[in-house]
């Protein structure tokens, strides 16, 4: 617990637990795929301006998330780990974050170490620490704007206060150059009624036009140029991502307002039987001027979002950094006064929920088997629950002791289930396993089509080819499919027979489908009959070759 040795264990825990499982399971459609495939686009075509998906516009997000995720295969190459490696470095620069202001916010060792080991060990941050998508840049982007903020709010010289804001425009900056104008947003939420109530407005109106400055030089380049490039950019992003979204009455993803609540508490497993405790001492002490903060920064966003008809679950990843200061507060005072009841009932209750999972997984395969002929599968399954319950039952029965011991079941087990899922998820869900295996054929063929877009992005991807035709799917490439200079991209029923003559007089043709109805098996029986199939849950591979006549 000492300041000597806190910091570097908790970066050996992110080389061992974040690191070693990037590359031990395929792409997930349709996230993985999508942001792959786009980041390549821009390594292939040197396009770093405006962001196309299989070649085609794609304007749904800004720039700079996709341009991590390029530099991490441009490193690390076109590969799983080069992929997600931009997720897991942003997933451990939040906690180290998280343990830089913990420091800030109480000077006490055990404080820093156990809010960062708390925030490292939630099992949706170290699951999306492995995943390749956005929700990790910008949630790190949020929350280095927040804590910039504070450090400027808690310094009581003018340099340090000036840094302070000037961090929180660069952080602004990237942020929306990330997801967009949330990551003006979010700040304000906290900075404004925090000012108002610490009576500290006049030094918002002195020190917050420094971070709108920096934002902007942030941002303005990138903003002109993708005007120059594509004067529809900012019209459909706009419209589209932001009033939409939040507001509009076909918004994707509607639920209810409480929608968020028992997600938190989900969300802060494996430490969600602390929440009682450590939200009452905080309400207990919230006019304190760091706990207020604290508290705005978890409460504000949460409204924002719960205010949104449109929601899904990765919007609330900015509100778990300061649940995680608070969680760890909580703990470390709960340790210092050897107060470990409320520590030793989390780990009976994630005990409980360990073997309730175990003894369900036993049943079923017992019942009605979700593994044949993976026992490597599941022994990797038995593995995490088991580490996730042995590591409860310390903390259950030795809770001052072994307190910390859920964050590395946590980990154990967010590491090891994603590969030891069963084949029939693994052949649906990450096709580019599958394409892997027939990468060869497919590469020696002259055009490509496929029927999803999750599975196309996935054979792009592979291939290096983002100019696959979408037979008879449009989903979210509907705006980009509506340029006259695409329209040969998109091949409904009606024009498949004619478009397979045609492709296969200038080569062979590669065609990967996802049947998962009767409608897909229309479109399969529309294909000639004389390719060479493959076939992998519902995925169909078929190689048909160049018509020699």
Not at 94 to 115: I, M
Request: aromatic share 12%; charged share 15%; proline share 5%.
């Amino acid at each position: 617990m000492t300041k000597r040795w806190a910091l570097p264990l908790l970066l050996a825990i992110f080389a061992i637990a974040y690191l070693l499982p990037l590359g031990s399971h395929g792409l997930w459609i349709p996230d993985e795929t999508r942001y792959a495939q786009i980041s390549q686009d821009m390594l292939l075509s040197g396009d770093w301006v405006s962001p196309h998906f299989m070649g085609l516009r794609y304007f749904e997000k800004p720039v700079a998330g996709y341009w991590m995720i390029a530099i991490g295969q441009a490193v690390f190459g076109d590969n799983l780990f080069g992929v997600r490696f931009a997720s897991a470095l942003s997933t451990v620069l939040s906690g180290l974050l998280c343990f830089l202001v913990a420091r800030r916010l109480w000077n006490e060792p055990r404080k820093s170490f156990a809010c960062a080991l708390l925030y490292m060990s939630f099992t949706v941050i170290a699951g999306a620490a492995g995943y390749a998508n956005l929700d990790p840049q910008f949630t790190f982007w949020v929350n280095l704007s927040l804590v910039a903020l504070w450090f400027a709010l808690d310094s009581v010289g003018r340099t340090q206060r000036l840094l302070g804001w000037a961090a929180v425009g660069l952080a602004c900056g990237m942020g929306f150059m990330t997801k967009g104008f949330l990551a003006w947003a979010l700040p304000v939420l906290i900075a404004l009624p925090w000012m108002i109530w610490q009576k500290r407005w006049r030094e918002l109106l002195v020190y917050g036009p420094i971070a709108v400055v920096v934002a902007i030089a942030i941002s303005l380049p990138w903003v002109l140029a993708v005007h120059a490039e594509e004067p529809d950019y900012w019209r459909f992003f706009f419209w589209h991502e932001h009033i939409r979204r939040f507001a509009g009455d076909d918004a994707q993803h509607d639920a209810p307002f409480w929608y968020y609540l028992p997600m938190l508490v989900a969300f802060s497993l494996p430490w969600a039987a602390l929440l009682p405790s450590a939200l009452k001492q905080a309400w207990q002490s919230r006019r304190q001027a760091n706990i207020g903060f604290v508290l705005l920064w978890l409460v504000m966003p949460l409204i924002f979002f719960s205010l949104s008809k449109g929601k899904l679950p990765a919007y609330i990843l900015p509100c778990l950094l300061p649940l995680a200061l608070l969680l760890g507060n909580a703990l470390a005072d709960r340790l210092k006064l050897e107060k470990g009841r409320a520590v030793g009932i989390n780990g009976l209750l994630n005990l409980v929920l360990g073997v309730v999972v175990l003894l369900a997984l036993v049943y079923l395969e017992l019942k009605k088997p979700l593994y044949e002929a993976e026992l490597h599968h599941l022994i990797l399954v038995f593995i995490g629950l088991i580490g996730w319950i042995m590591a409860n039952l310390l903390q259950a029965f030795r809770p001052l002791q072994c307190w910390a011991a859920p964050a590395f079941g946590s980990l154990i087990f967010v590491g090891l289930i994603p590969a030891g899922l069963p084949n029939s998820v693994v052949s649906n869900k990450t096709p580019d396993q599958f394409i892997l295996e027939h990468v060869q054929e497919l590469g020696q063929t002259s055009h490509l089509l496929s029927n999803d877009l999750g599975a196309a992005a996935a054979l792009a991807w592979r291939l290096q080819r983002p100019e696959i035709a979408l037979y008879n799917t449009v989903g979210e490439l509907k705006y980009g499919l509506d340029f006259p200079d695409v329209k040969n991209r998109r091949i409904t029923t009606e024009m498949v027979q004619q478009w397979m003559t045609e492709a296969r007089r200038s080569g062979s043709v590669g065609v990967l489908m996802r049947v998962k109805g009767d409608d897909e098996l229309q479109e399969v029986d529309l294909l000639p009959k004389d390719g060479k199939r493959y076939e992998q849950g519902n995925l169909v591979i078929i190689i048909f070759p160049q018509d020699a006549s």
